[in-house]
Nanobody, 124 residues
Framework: QVRMVESGGGLVQAGGSLRLSCAAS????????MGWFRQAPGKEREFVAA????????YYADSVQGRFTISRDNARNTMYLQMNYLKPEDTAVYYC?????????????????WGQGTQVTVSS
């Protein structure tokens, strides 16, 4: 099992920045890729960004490309999401997730472990 704990959410004005963290514990050696997803009220959970745990390859949704940066610190078993130039439409609960397998990194169903989520609210 892998336990995931997010932190760093909050309230920020449009144009501002936040950094989310996701600390993984347990059988972290089994992780192949980690990702961030978000879910706004009344909407489906959507892919934000992903990073391969060993090679550091990164992937982004078009809506956040150029504004968000995903990174990881393997020594600390921690993943980050630096969010800049935030927009009101970025408001959502953000979840981190980990997958043991290769596949479609943008599909939520491909991830085995999930955090509890952290709220990000961007005011206009």
């Amino acid at each position: 099992q892998v336990r995931m704990v997010e932190s760093g959410g909050g309230l920020v004005q449009a144009g501002g920045s936040l950094r989310l963290s996701c600390a993984a514990s347990g059988r972290t050696f089994s992780i192949y890729i980690m990702g961030w997803f978000r879910q706004a009220p009344g909407k489906e959970r959507e892919f934000v960004a992903a990073i391969s745990w060993s090679g550091g390859s990164t992937y982004y949704a078009d809506s956040v490309q150029g504004r968000f940066t995903i990174s990881r610190d393997n020594a600390r078993n921690t993943m980050y999401l630096q969010m800049n130039y935030l927009k009101p439409e970025d408001t959502a609960v953000y979840y981190c997730a980990a997958s043991r397998f290769t596949g479609n990194y943008a599909a939520a169903k491909g991830y085995d472990y999930w955090g509890q989520g952290t709220q990000v609210t961007v005011s206009s």
